[in-house]
């Protein structure tokens, strides 16, 4: 059984690693339950078969049994999506434990104790995932956020527990990541940004050989921009990536990608909200000035560039968007990538502070996909295959 619309569920066990790590604040109040939303529709379906679900995830990095990173504070939430009261544990091994998911009903829901407060989690000890197996009769994983860790809970598990199948969130997150960046409607474009062209390398790379467009924006493009021959002023640059970005120029060209860097800057005196700013193009950046966003010209050239496409996936942020007065570029293109979605085209966002900028702009709805995952998004799109994914018996990657 590789679906898990294809298995026998009723009356069974079913051990489900969810990516329940979402923020809280120092009252213990979660401040964004996207992840929790998400992964709601496996468990509403597995309760509407009436299996037992035994829920599992972490949250936060705890170096042993640490209250603050108890999954407690879920519970409200949790049951309140689920249309029904969720039982939690003290612990997610033990005789309590087993206790408590003999006296589960079909249809109901056990909440286990963060998974990491165990070091055995992390270092995959199969001994601690075999207990966890030892649970149940099924194994589902849909912690998409977490399925590049080859955790005890991620991928350990599967030795223990057959069948092991992928949630819908978690195929969901392959069917976009992989499939409709694989084989997408073309044109195909990637838009990608972020502070560092060093951190972006491989997904960089590994568009290139998908993509018809690539546009570049955040902080790498000032060492793009330096590797050209052009002054940056004391825009952020990483000297020794210089080569690399040649490189990576040369290669967009020789693979017929159109590669567009932004050709305007918004400038500022210093790295602050409140810092003097101004626009100037790409080609005159004075001393002493940093670029913190792209300009209205380059939202211009990527909007129209854009509008020529049929797939899109954006991964990384235009500008310091966290500063209002630089987040006109990273706000501009989740509008145009709003209305895109609108007119029919695919659009992927792929984790992280991408993700954090739709929904600032309030468009994260309208888009076909939102990434869950940060580390995991990245590394699916570097191409690399995720352990968590690699473990399960079989999981179908359909384009959309
Ligand atoms: C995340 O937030 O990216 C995932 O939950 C994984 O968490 P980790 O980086 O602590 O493994």
Redesign the pocket.
């Known amino acids: 059984v590789g679906d898990l619309t294809a298995a026998d569920l009723k009356g069974k066990k079913v051990f489900v690693r969810a990516?329940l790590?979402v923020p809280l604040d120092e009252n213990q109040k979660i401040t964004d339950d996207t992840r929790i939303r998400a992964a709601v529709p496996t468990i509403k379906y597995l309760i509407s078969k009436g299996a037992k679900v035994i829920l599992s995830s972490?949250l936060?990095?705890p170096k042993g049994v640490t209250p603050k990173f108890s999954l407690a504070p879920l519970v409200p939430r949790l049951s309140e999506l689920l249309g029904i009261q969720v039982v939690k544990a003290d612990d997610c091994i033990g005789p309590e434990v087993e206790k408590l998911v003999a006296s589960l009903p079909e249809g109901g829901v056990l909440l286990l104790e963060n998974v990491r407060f165990y070091k055995e989690e992390e270092k995959n000890e199969p001994e601690f995932a075999k207990k966890l197996a030892s649970m149940a009769d099924l194994y589902v994983n849909d912690?998409f956020?977490?399925a590049h860790?080859a955790h005890a809970s991620t991928e350990g598990v599967t030795k223990f527990l057959k069948p092991s199948v992928a949630g819908f969130l978690l195929q969901k997150e392959l069917d976009y990541l992989v499939g409709a960046v694989s084989n997408p409607k073309r044109p195909f474009a990637a838009i990608v940004g972020g502070s560092k062209v060093s951190s972006k390398i491989g997904v960089i790379e590994s568009l290139l050989e998908k993509c018809d467009i690539l546009l570049l924006g955040g902080g790498m493009i000032f060492t793009f921009y330096k590797a050209q021959g052009l002054a940056v002023g004391s825009s952020l640059v990483e000297e020794d990536k210089l080569d690399l970005a040649t490189t990576l120029l040369e290669k967009a060209k020789a693979k017929g990608v159109s590669l567009l860097l932004p050709s305007d800057v918004v400038i500022a005196d210093k790295f602050a909200p409140d810092a003097n700013s101004k626009t100037v193009p790409a080609s005159a950046i004075p001393d002493g000035w940093m670029g913190l966003d792209i300009g209205p010209e380059s939202v211009k050239t990527f909007s129209e560039a854009l509008g020529t496409t049929q797939t899109v996936i954006w991964n990384g942020p235009m500008g310091v968007f966290e500063f209002e007065k630089f987040a006109n570029g990273t706000e501009a293109i989740a509008k145009k990538l709003a209305e895109l979605s609108g007119k029919g085209v695919t659009t992927i966002i792929g984790g992280g502070d991408s993700v954090a900028a739709v929904e600032k702009v309030g468009v994260a709805d309208v888009m076909s996909h939102i990434s869950t995952?940060?580390?995991?998004s990245l590394e699916l799109l570097e191409g690399k295959e995720l352990p968590g994914v690699l473990a399960l018996d079989e999981v179908e990657r359909v384009a959309v």
Do not use: L, P, Q, V
Request: aromatic residues 0%; charged residues 25%; without cysteine.
């Open positions: 990516d790590n972490h936060g990095r912690a956020g977490t860790r995952g940060g580390g995991a």
